[in-house]
């Protein structure tokens, strides 16, 4: 899997693309990467994940720990998805009504402002 970061840190709202599997692997990777992005206070985050095939239950966690860290912190982290496979698994753990999801950035990126 691979994170990249689109813009510099001081970027509001930040973009994170995500490409390749999320799963028990690689699901440390992007939850250090976002550990670093808050620590260098980026509060608002769009996480793209159109480039994800697969997502399991441990990268689904990843994302709601983060979720709940960025929200403490008075940011807000929303979801680029556009994979049907992808967003069956937020609807069948009802974690469709936790996050913001979107199936384009330029929409995120509008939610957020």
């Not at 009802?94 to 950035?105: A, D």
């Amino acid at each position: 899997m691979q994170v990249s970061v689109l813009g510099s840190p001081e970027t509001d709202p930040l973009v994170l693309n995500v490409q390749g599997d999320l799963d028990a692997t690689t699901s440390p990777v992007l939850r250090a990467e976002l550990a670093r992005l808050m620590a260098a206070r980026n509060a608002r985050v769009v996480l793209d994940l159109r480039g994800v095939p697969f997502l399991d239950s441990t990268g689904l966690g990843v994302l709601v720990g983060r979720l709940r860290s960025i929200r403490l912190a008075g940011g807000d982290l929303v979801l680029v998805i556009d994979n049907e496979r992808v967003l069956r698994n937020f609807a069948i753990t009802g974690l469709n009504k936790v996050f913001q999801i979107f199936s384009s950035r330029d929409e995120a990126l509008t939610t957020l402002g």
